[in-house]
């Protein structure tokens, strides 16, 4: 679920600066502060997801049984 929030908060992001303008919130200092945040946290589930797909297919195929004692 993070990695949708993730894309929705960027993509958010970057509609309101093409929308409102980057200077168009009070405190500036914050604003570019947390969108630097939001492009970390969406590139850091980027680099999750790319990672999977690059090993799965060295994950196995089926989860053993585990042994109950």
Not at 26 to 39: E, I, K, L, P
């Amino acid at each position: 679920m993070g990695r949708r929030v993730a894309a929705y908060d960027l993509q958010r992001r970057i509609y309101d600066i093409i929308e409102r303008g980057f200077r168009g919130t009070r405190n500036s200092d914050y604003f570019a502060t947390s969108t630097r945040y939001v492009v970390a946290e969406f590139l850091g589930w980027l680099e999750i997801i790319r990672r999977f797909a690059a090993n799965r297919d060295k994950l196995p195929r089926e989860i053993p049984p585990r042994d109950v004692a």
